[in-house]
């Protein structure tokens, strides 16, 4: 008599393998944003107001 080769793995293992996969994408994530908020990205220090009337009138 043969045994025979399981090879599919268990639900319940891949449902462990996602779960773990999700949770590391996840910390990923949520790393990479604290990363970006310790970046400080430069911001204009005047605030440029146009006049677009002249423009609107020669429409």
Same mark, same amino acid.
């Given at each position: 008599m043969q045994l025979k080769?399981?090879?599919q793995p268990s639900f319940g293992s /891949?449902? &462990?393998k996602t779960l773990i996969k #999700? #949770?590391?994408v996840i910390l990923v994530f949520i790393?990479? &944003?604290f990363l970006i908020e *310790? &970046? /400080?990205f430069p911001s204009p220090e005047k *605030?440029?107001?146009i006049?677009?009337?002249n423009e609107?009138?020669?429409l």
């Open positions: 080769y399981n090879r /891949s449902i &462990i #999700l #949770l590391f790393i990479a &944003i *310790k &970046i /400080s *605030k440029y107001q006049d677009v009337t609107i009138k020669k």
